[in-house]
């Protein structure tokens, strides 16, 4: 939607930006044209799935409003960078990348708007443009919508730098509940993580305020989406050709949605959003333990096209450490979780998350944890060495008192332990035949020799989101394949394309339409 100017009550006409700017007040999304010589966009992400979302949806926005999304800086004009704010070190990645384009724009003679988007923006907020004079936009998370208008008036000369940011969580209610998914509907589906993937937000924020944990200071808390809403972009996604949609929360499995004396809670939206037609896989993450209901395993079994695959964050083996971190269960409540898991799901396919060295944890804490990751089998655990986060509660009143090295070697165990526990795991696919989306060239693709002359190494992923490579013809991208798993790593199964009946009748292998 482009428009340029209108008439108000009194039949005087108002400028296009004194339009824009009552719309923006209102909080309608607007699409200004981008003003000359501005209009190519470099955009970065850093940190996790929700993020990578939000740089989806924003680029669309951007598209629509007529900028160009380049690949380098050097050839941008307008630099956005979508930070994270939850470990230290990705805070440390987000100010070098800035420091870095900020002292090129102060020593060029070219017009730029450098931006931060993202938690970094809302936890450090007018701070950073106190520290980078040349910076021009800190966008927070819960304010993406009003971007591409800021781009416009900055580019104009209306404002030199602007701060948007959601307002501390202290003075947000439930009544904010107003729709905030106007990005989500509007989105270009052409802007997804894969050729047929998808992520989809189911709402916003976190409300359980572990205490290391930075998000709910940053993204607010918990705001669900209308459930009508998330089938509808589902379904448009599904009718543009996306065929495996991942559903996202930070606690997915708290969702709930209340309308009368309706309540959705996770497992209904599950089953709403699976009868989307020609919806082929359906993923959602991240569960936590604390409010995962078995009525979703129970959603897990019955519907076919759910993925048997669960993102289970633990955090820790030990009772003590779980307390301290204000996770809201115990070893004894997860451990049984996982168990009904496997009995409910029969071949579920468990990822866990771990932090190392949170404060007070000992030696035998750590020997809990890897006690867990060996019972609970995961496929892969993603490992963190504490990093106090100011504001959260375990900063203000714990002491950081792991030292560094023992963090560090605290790692490298769980990740030894989480290797062999991997290993294990994935060998049990050895001789099997899989099902696997395609995804692409595999990172690896131009640095080996290849099997024949049009092929070359590729990779997907299983239902239970094995990582699987293969050699094959770049064109199976986005398809669905069988291969034959040969062998297998800690992190990955490897195999060859295997024929189809269909494809055996016809004499070709592994090209199923998917
Ligand atoms: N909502 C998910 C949950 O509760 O399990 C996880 C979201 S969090 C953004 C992703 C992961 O980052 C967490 O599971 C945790 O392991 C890790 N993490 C969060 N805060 C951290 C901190 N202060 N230091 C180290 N790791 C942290
Ligand atoms: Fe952070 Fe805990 Fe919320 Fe996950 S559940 S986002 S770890 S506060």
């Not at 000369?157 to 307002?167: F, I, P």
């Not at 379904?235 to 495996?244: F, H, N, Q, Y």
């Amino acid at each position: 939607m482009i428009r340029t100017g209108t008439a108000n009550r009194k039949g005087t006409q108002r400028s296009a930006r004194a339009v824009y700017r009552i719309w923006q007040r209102r909080g309608i999304m607007v699409r200004p044209e981008p003003r000359e010589g501005l209009v190519k966009v470099y955009l970065e992400t850093m940190g996790c799935q929700m993020n990578r979302l939000d740089s989806e949806l924003v680029a669309g926005a951007l598209r629509a409003a007529g900028h160009e999304l380049v690949d380098s800086p050097a050839r941008a004009e307008v630099l956005l960078y979508n930070t994270c704010s939850v470990r230290h070190h990705a805070e440390q990645k987000a100010h070098s990348r800035l420091a870095d384009q900020c002292r090129r724009k102060a020593a060029s003679k070219r017009r730029m708007i450098i931006g931060v988007l993202g938690c970094m923006a809302q936890r450090e907020g007018q701070a950073l443009l106190e520290r980078y004079p040349q910076l021009d936009i800190v966008c927070g998370p819960g304010q993406l919508q009003a971007l591409a208008g800021l781009i416009t008036n900055i580019a104009d000369g209306l404002r030199e730098q602007a701060a948007v940011l959601d307002q501390p969580r202290g003075l947000r209610t439930r009544c904010d509940e107003e729709p905030f998914d106007e990005m989500d509907l509007a989105r270009d589906p052409a802007l997804t993580t894969g050729p047929v993937q998808a992520f989809v937000r189911v709402g916003r924020g976190c409300d359980r305020f572990c205490a290391y944990c930075v998000v709910p200071y940053v993204r607010g808390m918990q705001l669900n989406r209308d459930p009508a809403r998330i089938v509808e972009e589902v379904r448009r996604l599904v009718d543009a050709g996306r065929t495996e949609i991942t559903l996202l929360g930070q606690t997915v499995s708290a969702y709930r949605w209340r309308s009368g004396t309706l309540t959705v809670r996770f497992a209904d939206l599950l089953e709403r959003v699976s009868g989307v037609a020609g919806l082929r896989r359906l993923r959602f993450i991240t569960s936590h333990p604390a409010d995962f209901g078995l009525e979703v395993l129970e959603a897990m079994a019955g519907l076919p096209n759910v993925c048997p695959y669960l993102h289970l964050p633990a955090q820790s083996g030990s009772d003590a450490v779980l307390k301290r971190m204000r996770r809201g269960y115990t070893r004894a409540q997860y451990d049984e979780l996982v168990e009904r898991a496997g009995t409910i799901v029969p071949g579920i396919v468990l990822a866990g998350d771990f932090i190392v060295g949170f404060p007070g944890e000992t030696e035998e804490d750590h020997q809990a944890s890897a006690d867990l990751i060996r019972r609970s089998g995961y496929k892969n655990s993603f490992i963190f060495r504490y990093s106090p986060r100011p504001g959260t509660a375990a900063a203000e009143k714990l002491a950081d008192d792991v030292p560094r090295e023992v963090k560090r070697r605290r790692n490298s165990e769980l990740l030894a332990v989480q290797a062999e526990v991997g290993l294990a795991h994935h060998r049990r696919y050895v001789g099997k035949t899989v099902e696997v989306l395609v995804e692409g060239p595999s990172p690896q693709a131009g640095k080996r020799k290849s099997a024949g002359p049009d092929t070359l190494q590729l990779v997907g992923r299983t239902v239970g989101n094995h990582i699987v490579v293969f050699d094959g013809r770049a064109e199976l991208a986005g398809r669905y394949v069988q291969v034959e798993v040969v062998a297998a790593t800690p992190l990955t199964l490897i195999g060859s394309l295997a024929a189809s009946p269909q494809q055996r009748n016809r004499g070709v292998a592994g090209n199923e339409k998917g």
